[in-house]
C-alpha cells in the first residue's frame, strides 16, 4: 500500500494535522503511530483540563489565542469541551510586572474588556479576603479565557479522524527512521515491522528518536487533584476562573467532576538518560510517567511548592491530602515557541512538536498553521502573508538554534532553574 504520510505521535498535534490533511487532500493516505491508542494517558495532550487563553506577553501568540477562543466556538463538539470561566494573571508586588504589563496591553489591543485588579480584587473573585497573605498582589482579569477539558477533546479528535477513509493507525513504539541515504524512507516498530511512506512527520512530544536530534528538551511539570465536597466543588466552580500566579508559575482550574486541580508552570524537571547506541548514542531528558514507572509520585520539592500556593490563595485546602499527583512532561524549546519545519539534515523528515506546556489551547487552529508549513501553502492576502511568515519563522529550526545558542530563555515560566530528576526525588 502507498502511504503519503506517516504521523509518528497521536497526540494534539499529530492527531488535528492529520484531520487537516484530509480537509485539504481527500484523497492522501495516512498511517498514525503511537505506544497505545488515544487518549495516550501519559500524553501532555491528555489530562482533565488545560488552560486556554490569549494572554501573551508575545503579540503573535495572543493574536493566535484570539483566533484559537472563536475556532473553539465555532466547533460544536469542541464547543462542549471548553468552559469560558475567566482568567487572571497576577504576580506579587513589582514582581515581573513587565511581563503582566505586556499581557494585559496585548488583551486589551485585541478588544478583550480586560480588568486591572488590586489584591483585594483578587482575593474576592477567588472568594477569599486575602488577609493572611505575605504578598501584595495585582494582576489583572480575562472574562473570555477558560479551560478545555483535554482529554475529551482527543477523544473528539481522534473519533473523527477514524471516520475518515485512507486513515490507518498502528498502536506499537517507534524505534527509529529509515534512510536511503540522507533520505528518510519510513520507519521501524519495536516488532521489527518496517513501514515507509512518501513523508514522514515526527509529532512526538516530550518523547525523541534515538536518530534525530531535535532542539527540544523533555521538562517534567507537577500536577495534583484534591477531592472536594458537594458544596466545596460548588464554590470552586460557579463564578470560579482560571488563576496563574506568574511569580511561581502555581495556578489552579475551576473544580471539576468532584475535583480541584492545581499545577505549577516552571522550567521544570529533567530526566537525563543516554538513549540509542554506537554512533546514534546520545544523552537527553527522557520523561518518566505513571506508563513508565507505575506508582511514581510527584517529588517532594513539587508538592511543597503546590502547598505552598494553596497557602497564598486557598488557605483552607493547604493541608489537604492530595487525591492524586501526576508529572506532566512537556516538549520545551529554547523560548518556548514551537518546533514545526523540515528538519535541516534529514529529506522528507517534517517536524511538528515542542509544545512547551502552551500548545494544546490552539487545538482547533493549530492544524491549519501546521499544515501551511508542511504543504507551502501560499496567501494572496498581503497582510495574511505577513502573518504566516512571522509565524513560521518563530517556529523553525534556526529560530530554535540560534536562541539555544545565545541562552536565549522561555520568559512565561516560574522562579527557577532546570532540577534533575535523580537529585531531587
Known amino acids: 500500500m502507498s502511504v503519503d504520510f506517516q504521523i509518528i505521535g497521536c497526540g494534539v498535534f499529530g492527531l488535528s494535522l492529520a484531520l487537516e490533511l484530509k480537509h485539504r487532500l481527500p484523497a492522501a493516505t495516512i498511517r498514525l503511530f503511537d505506544r497505545y491508542e488515544p487518549p495516550v494517558s501519559d500524553g501532555a495532550s491528555v489530562d482533565t483540563s488545560r488552560i486556554i487563553r490569549a494572554d501573551y506577553a508575545d503579540p503573535i501568540y495572543a493574536a493566535l489565542g484570539i483566533e484559537a477562543r472563536a475556532a473553539w466556538l465555532a466547533d460544536m463538539e469542541l464547543q462542549a469541551c471548553y468552559h469560558e470561566t475567566g482568567f487572571i494573571l497576577t504576580v ?53 479565557s477558560g479551560w478545555a477539558d483535554a482529554e475529551a477533546t482527543i477523544r473528539v479528535l481522534y473519533a473523527r479522524l477514524k471516520a475518515q477513509p485512507g486513515v490507518y493507525f498502528v498502536f506499537e513504539q517507534v524505534m527509529h527512521l529509515l534512510y536511503e541515504g540522507d533520505t528518510v524512507s519510513g520507519l521501524q516498530t519495536v516488532s521489527a515491522e518496517q513501514y515507509h511512506a512518501k513523508q514522514t512527520v515526527l509529532a512526538t512530544g516530550a518523547w525523541q528518536l534515538p536518530d534525530v536530534a531535535v532542539p527540544t528538551l523533555a521538562t517534567g511539570q507537577v500536577l495534583a487533584w484534591i477531592a472536594l465536597s458537594d458544596e466545596e466543588e ?16 502555581w495556578f489552579v482550574l475551576p473544580a471539576y467532576k468532584g475535583e480541584l486541580k492545581i499545577a505549577r508552570h516552571a522550567l521544570g524537571y529533567t530526566a537525563m538518560r543516554t538513549i540509542g547506541e554506537g554512533s546514534i548514542a546520545r544523552t537527553i531528558s527522557v520523561p518518566r510517567t505513571s506508563l513508565s514507572h507505575p506508582g511514581q509520585q510527584i517529588p517532594e520539592e513539587g508538592e511543597q511548592a503546590l502547598r505552598q500556593g494553596l497557602e497564598l490563595f486557598l488557605p483552607n485546602l493547604a493541608k489537604r491530602p492530595f487525591k492524586r499527583t501526576r508529572t506532566c512532561w512537556y516538549s520545551d524549546t529554547p523560548k518556548g515557541d514551537f518546533l514545526i519545519d523540515w528538519h535541516p539534515s534529514k529529506r522528507n523528515l517534517f517536524v511538528a512538536m515542542g509544545g512547551s506546556g502552551h500548545a494544546f489551547k490552539f487545538a482547533p487552529l493549530l492544524s491549519r498553521e501546521i499544515a501551511d508549513i508542511l504543504l507551502d501553502t501560499q ?3 498581503p497582510k495574511l502573508a505577513t502573518v504566516k511568515a512571522q509565524r513560521r519563522q518563530k517556529w523553525s529550526f534556526t529560530a530554535a538554534q ?11 515560566r516560574g522562579v527557577g532553574g532546570h532540577l534533575e530528576w535523580d537529585d531531587i526525588a
Open 234 to 249: 460548588q464554590r470552586f466552580s460557579h463564578n470560579f476562573p482560571v488563576l496563574i500566579n506568574f511569580s511561581s508559575g
Open 92 to 144: 506579587q508586588g513589582n514582581d515581573d510586572r513587565g511581563y503582566l504589563d505586556s499581557c494585559l496591553a496585548n488583551v486589551k489591543a485585541s478588544g478583550v474588556a480586560a480588568t486591572e485588579l488590586s489584591h483585594t480584587d483578587i482575593f474576592t473573585r477567588i472568594k477569599q479576603d486575602g488577609s493572611h497573605a505575605q504578598h501584595q498582589l495585582r494582576g489583572y482579569a480575562n472574562p473570555i
Open 402 to 412: 540560534e536562541a539555544l545558542e545565545t541562552g536565549t530563555g522561555d520568559d512565561s
Open 379 to 381: 496567501h494572496k492576502d
